[in-house]
């Protein structure tokens, strides 16, 4: 295990049986790195980050957390192994408050929940200015803040981000990556999908290019974000990625 | 006319508890549970057979209370009720839904639950006789509170509808003050959501099985207090109870307790017009006038 | 022996009637997806819909129009549609579980309708007064039952037919499509509310037609032929042939018929008499148990749907 926090050993995985979406992909996240997955739409990128939650069944291949084998593991059980997930859309709780969405995430924390509590507000203070606010009627960017801070909540030693930035307009969007860079700095690993390929591979330290459902090509994130190939495929020619 | 609004406000109050576990229980699980009037019926049994094993072993408890028709025993009898149709409701869902959901599709789970339906309505007539029951042989005369117009009401019934409303009002504040509220409401609108901020699914399904089951009980037994206590107890207030959860919009908890009220508002006051034989058909009207005007109910989300 | 045969002639031509309804059914439910909780609801509205068409003028309520039979029986699988066009329009677009309830609903109030509404349906004691077709060339006896046995055959495997050609063509193939997957339907441009109102009307025409022969058979209606328990009988039968396979819905039928009177005449044969009064209870259960036996051992039925390849090549 050494410095790795996750590591995806030819998983197949897909929703329903004998239609494969993933076809032995292989990932390594490095502990306390920013990671991103990016590809053309349909490739796969999402299944990827859902099946490392627990949310789609993995049919053949492992998933290592933290040396720990969590193939197959219910998600409420990886969430309390440290492994948190925020999904893309519909990733806060829209009927609660937002005070309400953070004590829930926070009610396995015993004594310590005040003060986590406390720090969250700190980290978000535009979520701690709307606490008692239904979390339905939060902005994007806002919503995407409350979504982190759920993720955040129970201490993660990693974060699964499925697009954090669709939908949001480009400043919040930038805002919300570089609050997952900074997380990094604080010991936590990031594994992000991003459709925002040129600001996500600036920002993360390393890159995997996925395409139906296979591993295509990784690097370090600078490397990639130079490579001739790899910017006319999938950083200019945006007419590629709907095909 | 005030009569029957205050006969309907009674009616609808049974209706509520009814209905906030079958709203819970569809819009958890995605399926219309045919059988979960039946959870009434078996409340409003085991009532019958706790109060006449607690009157008989505590023959102090038999005693009145106040001015009601309920016994000391049959108060406890709930308690006991609650237990036991909330293990059922339990029992239920471990012997069939939850192997049905986990192998079926969500209509699967409508047929199965009309099976079950079928199963426990029958065994209740074979094991107590398809005659009916009532919890207690005297008569309790009503309380005239006016003449003009004549207005009459059964000490039982207002207590019934305080005991209702303070079950409500409890649980108002376990799905507003609570974590464990909160995390039913989380479940109920995003399952898989709240799996991964480490909700475990399947003790919420367990919970829901048990809230119904218990506020079913509850409804059983009150209902049987102003009515006649049979087999068909079931048969009878599936549709009023469906009703009620589509008026207030499927999933919605406050929406139960309010369509609960509505429906049997409507359905008292629809007496006035309708000649009385046609009463089982009023929350069926109400069901087509709710799917015309507000198809998803007073606090219902469109959801396909 | 004339008994053992005369039997076997009044079973075969109930189960057939009943075989044509698990037929709408299937349509519904096994190629559609639809649910429909209030079978007896359009199995009464063709039921009374034929009586009162085709019935003979009566004193104290509605009916006596004395049409020709099979304008009568064609109003009655009309009735039938029209009864599910104002359910159907008013669920199809909403979640699968306002069908349920509603369609549950309306058999309850039709049940309670033709119960009360003595002017129109001749209320409790029911609605006589109908000429059987054909009546003065077969008269009454064994020769007329088979006769009307022949010709229930002929109309159930004319439904049968219908059903096997709609299953292989385009339309039918879209209702799997629906069933399968909507959304996928819906971004092929068809409007999936749309067609599954189309069968949902179908469907319940066809039960209008099971309802109607019912009727003709017993020259009689009331309240008690429609009761939510033939509802349940006629899934059991579904979900015991198979959901999906026509030739399974027919199989359900005989086998479930079969059950129901076999198990009610060793009941009141060999049950104690104080168990007598329960036997409608004890049977009750027994159907229960076999369809949720069923669906948690046998979903797939005794038939199992065979599912024209597709291209999509996986089903559940």
Same mark, same amino acid.
């Given at each position: 295990m050494g410095d790795v926090a996750l590591r995806v050993e030819g998983i197949y995985a897909g929703y329903v049986p004998d239609l494969p979406i993933l076809k032995d992909v292989h990932i390594t996240v490095p502990r306390h790195s920013m990671t991103v997955i990016i590809g053309p739409n349909g490739a796969g990128k999402s299944t990827l980050i859902k099946a490392i939650a627990g949310l789609v069944n993995v049919r053949a291949g492992r998933i290592i957390h933290e040396g720990r084998d969590i193939t197959g593991i219910r998600p409420d059980v990886l969430a309390g192994y440290g492994l948190s997930y925020v999904p893309q859309s519909d990733n806060v709780f829209r009927t609660l408050t937002i005070r309400q969405n953070l004590d829930l995430a926070l009610r396995k924390a015993g004594a310590e929940a005040p003060a986590r509590l406390a720090g969250?507000?700190?980290?978000?203070?535009?979520?701690?200015?709307?606490?008692?606010?239904?979390?339905?009627?939060?902005?994007?960017?806002?919503?995407?803040? /409350?979504?982190? @801070?759920? %993720? =955040?909540?129970?201490?993660?030693?990693?974060? $699964? !981000?499925? +697009?954090?930035?669709?939908?949001?307009?480009?400043?919040?969007?930038?805002?919300? /990556?570089?609050? @997952?860079? %900074? =997380?990094?700095?604080?010991?936590?690993?990031? $594994? !992000?999908? +991003?459709?925002?390929?040129?600001?996500?591979?600036r920002l993360a330290d390393h890159c995997y290019i996925l395409a139906e459902g296979r591993n295509q090509i990784d690097g370090p994130a600078a490397d990639l974000l130079a490579d001739p190939i790899v910017g006319e495929i999938y950083l200019g020619a945006k007419r590629l990625q709907a095909s | 006319m005030i009569q029957n609004l205050i006969d309907g406000i009674l009616v609808g109050s049974t209706l509520s508890l009814g209905a906030i576990g079958l709203t819970m229980v569809m819009h958890l699980l995605r399926f219309a549970n045919f059988s979960h009037a039946e959870l009434l019926s078996i409340g409003a049994y085991s009532a019958i057979v706790f109060d006449a094993i607690f009157s008989t072993m505590l023959p102090f408890l038999a005693a009145k209370i106040g001015p009601l028709s309920m016994t000391w025993a049959l108060a406890l009898s709930v308690v006991a009720s609650m237990a036991i149709t909330a293990m059922s409701a339990l029992l239920i869902d471990r012997l069939v839904f939850r192997r049905v959901r986990e192998k079926g599709s969500e209509l699967s789970m409508v047929f199965a639950s009309f099976g079950v339906a079928m199963i426990i309505r029958n065994a209740v007539g074979l094991i107590f006789g398809l005659g009916t029951h009532h919890y207690t042989k005297d008569i309790v005369f009503a309380v005239v509170l006016s003449r003009d117009p004549m207005i009459l009401i059964k000490p039982d019934q207002v207590f019934t509808l305080a005991a209702a409303l303070a079950i409500m009002i409890v649980l108002h504040l376990v799905l507003s003050r609570t974590t464990i509220g909160y995390a039913l409401r989380a479940v109920a609108e995003n399952p898989a959501l709240a799996q991964v901020n480490g909700i475990r699914l399947s003790h919420m399904i367990a919970l829901v099985w048990l809230v119904g089951g218990g506020l079913a009980a509850v409804a059983g037994v009150f209902y049987g207090l102003s009515n006649q206590i049979s087999p068909m107890i079931g048969r009878d207030l599936v549709l009023p109870i469906f009703a009620a959860t589509i008026v207030g919009g499927i999933g919605s908890i406050y929406g139960a307790v309010l369509g609960g009220f509505i429906v049997g508002i409507a359905a008292n006051i629809a007496l006035l017009v309708l000649p009385s034989g046609f009463s089982p058909s009023v929350p069926f009207i109400i069901i087509l006038a709710v799917l015309l005007i507000r198809p998803n109910g007073l606090f219902g989300e469109a959801r396909t | 022996m004339i008994g053992l045969l005369s039997y076997a002639v009044f079973f075969s031509t109930v189960a057939s009637i009943l075989a044509i309804a698990v037929l709408g059914l299937n349509l519904q439910w096994g190629n559609t997806g639809l649910f429909n909780g209030g079978i007896v609801a359009f199995f009464g509205a063709g039921a009374y819909g034929t009586l009162i068409l085709g019935g003979t003028p009566q004193p104290d309520h509605l009916g006596g129009f004395n049409l020709f039979y099979p304008l009568a029986l064609i109003g009655g699988c009309l009735s039938a549609g029209l009864l599910a066009w104002v359910v159907g329009v008013l669920t199809l677009r909403l979640r699968h579980d306002y069908l349920a309830i509603a369609t549950f609903g309306i058999a309850v109030t039709f049940e309670n309708i033709m119960r009360n509404a003595e002017a129109f349906s001749g209320g409790a004691k029911g609605f006589r007064g109908f000429e059987r077709p054909l009546r003065g060339w077969f008269g009454d006896g064994f020769v007329y039952n088979m006769g009307f046995l022949c010709a229930v055959l002929m109309l159930l495997f004319a439904v049968y037919a219908f059903q096997q050609s709609l299953g292989a063509s385009p339309f039918g193939r879209l209702l799997r499509a629906i069933r399968e997957d909507e959304d996928a339907a819906r971004s092929l441009g068809k409007n999936p509310a749309r067609?599954?109102?189309?069968?949902?009307?179908?469907?319940?025409?066809?039960?209008?037609?099971?309802?109607?022969?019912?009727?003709?058979?017993?020259?009689?209606?009331?309240?008690?032929?429609?009761?939510?328990?033939?509802?349940?009988?006629?899934?059991?039968?579904?979900?015991?042939?198979?959901?999906?396979?026509?030739?399974?819905?027919?199989?359900?039928?005989?086998?479930?018929?079969?059950?129901?009177?076999?198990?009610?005449?060793?009941?009141?044969?060999?049950?104690?008499?104080?168990?007598?009064?329960?036997?409608?209870?004890?049977?009750?259960?027994?159907?229960?148990?076999?369809?949720?036996?069923?669906?948690?051992?046998?979903?797939?039925?005794?038939?199992?749907?065979?599912?024209?390849?597709?291209?999509?090549?996986?089903?559940?």
């Open positions: 969250l507000y700190d980290t978000f203070p535009q979520l701690a200015d709307k606490r008692h606010e239904k979390a339905g009627a939060l902005s994007g960017g806002q919503r995407q803040f /409350l979504a982190v @801070a759920l %993720a =955040l909540a129970n201490r993660p030693s990693i974060v $699964l !981000l499925d +697009e954090p930035s669709a939908g949001l307009s480009p400043k919040a969007a930038a805002e919300v /990556l570089e609050h @997952a860079r %900074a =997380l990094t700095e604080q010991g936590v690993t990031i $594994l !992000l999908v +991003e459709q925002n390929v040129k600001q996500a591979l | - | 067609i599954r109102l189309t069968a949902f009307i179908a469907g319940s025409a066809i039960m209008g037609l099971s309802g109607g022969l019912y009727a003709t058979f017993y020259a009689f209606v009331s309240p008690q032929d429609v009761l939510p328990t033939l509802t349940f009988q006629i899934w059991a039968m579904l979900i015991v042939g198979g959901a999906g396979n026509n030739r399974g819905a027919i199989l359900g039928a005989f086998v479930i018929w079969g059950a129901w009177t076999a198990s009610g005449w060793a009941l009141s044969r060999f049950a104690p008499l104080e168990l007598q009064l329960f036997t409608g209870s004890i049977q009750y259960i027994l159907i229960g148990s076999v369809i949720v036996g069923m669906l948690l051992w046998r979903p797939q039925g005794l038939l199992p749907e065979r599912l024209v390849v597709s291209q999509s090549g996986s089903s559940n």
